[in-house]
């Protein structure tokens, strides 16, 4: 009986809210935000042996990533914010791509048991909220990206597979925030770049990298 009143009064909510932002209520408002989801990652190596260069890839079959952010709205359209993140990914394989004189050969192998990946990423990000885009229909399209650090580390069956080590993270995505209650459900793709990571390992030591995908859902509260 009074479903049709709880809908319309949810959606002039959604309505308000939207507008509030599009009109610049939430310039200097401070928003903290949690989230989690699914992630992926290739981690290669690059090391000289001789007159050969190897690329050593981790490739992980799938895993997950947990994070908060806390940040600010600057003006009508911008956040910033900073990110803690943390990821970890069950490794599924190697591969091997050996280039040099008279051999440009990749071979792959399966990983041993209990291989994991993990990454803590400290970002600081930077978000454009499409608010003209739907002003009235309770959501925000954003698009942006962030810079800053990760620390690495792997380990197989309780030991380590590589020591920890540390180098540049970026990432860049969007996504689509939904007014529900006192805050916003955040549904988002990342993108994600590690860069400067020194791999060291028994058997050797390399310059490491990677890139991986995440797809999340969080829910954003602003104070």
């Not at 009508?76 to 051999?103: H, K, M, Q």
């Not at 540390?166 to 805050?183: L, N």
């Not at 916003?184 to 990298?209: S, V």
Request: overall charge negative; proline content about 3%.
């Amino acid at each position: 009986m009074h479903k049709p009143l709880s809908s319309c009064a949810g959606l002039c909510a959604l309505a308000f809210a939207t507008q509030c932002q599009a009109d610049g209520v939430f310039d200097g408002v401070w928003y903290a935000s949690v989230f989690g989801g699914y992630a992926t990652s290739d981690l290669t190596t690059t090391y000289t042996t001789g007159s050969y260069t190897v690329d050593a890839t981790i490739e992980p079959d799938g895993g997950y990533i947990l994070g908060g952010t806390l940040g600010m709205y600057l003006g009508t359209n911008i956040r910033t914010e900073a990110e803690l993140s943390y990821a970890s990914y069950s490794v599924g394989s190697y591969s091997y791509d050996v280039s040099g004189p008279f051999l440009n050969n990749t071979t792959t192998s399966d990983a041993r048991d209990n291989v994991e990946v993990t990454a803590t990423y400290l970002l600081g990000n930077i978000w454009y909220d499409f608010t003209m885009l739907a002003p009235n229909a309770g959501l925000i399209p954003y698009a942006g990206g962030g810079f800053g650090y990760v620390i690495l580390e792997g380990t197989t069956n309780d030991d380590a597979l590589f020591e920890t080590a540390q180098g540049t993270a970026y990432q860049i995505g969007g996504g689509v925030q939904v007014t529900a209650g006192p805050g916003m459900f955040d549904l988002a793709y990342r993108y994600r770049g590690i860069t400067g990571a020194e791999i060291i390992t028994p058997a050797f030591t390399g310059d490491g990298a990677g890139i991986g995908h995440s797809f999340q859902a969080g829910y954003l509260l602003t104070f």
